[in-house]
């Protein structure tokens, strides 16, 4: 294995840890999550990490967000699709759609989602 791969496998490990230990602790899910965003492999673990954090604060729409694209990169078309509109709604509801598309654009470079949130969006 190579050394940063040893080194991200230990870390989750721990994080596995004091999430046993502490199943509801936030901050353990935001550092799961922001562990996992480095390798696409991990994705299926990122998402139950983005999950619970976006079950806790649905007003946070780039939460959202990155729980659509995390759907999306997985393959899961369906939620990722209700989680991209969903996010958008947040973003509407806070006057924050500009900044919601800028976000989107530097998590999807291809634009096919934004294609797909057009195409849901009434206008």
Known sequence: AEPCDAVLNRVLDCL???????PSNMVVQ????SWL???????QLRMGALSELWL???????LGLSMAMADLE????E???QELLL???????QNKTEQFLRH???LDTSGIAKEVLQGMVTP
């Not at 935001?30 to 999550?33: I, N, Q, T």
């Open 37 to 43: 965003s480095r390798e696409k492999r991990y994705g």
């Open 56 to 62: 806790r604060d649905r007003r946070n729409w780039r």
């Open 16 to 22: 596995a840890l004091a999430e046993s230990l502490e």
């Open 30 to 33: 935001r550092m799961k999550e």
């Open 74 to 77: 997985c393959y899961r078309l």
């Open 104 to 106: 989107l654009e530097r």
């Open 79 to 81: 939620h990722g699709c």
């Open 87 to 93: 996010s958008w709604e947040q973003a509407a509801k």
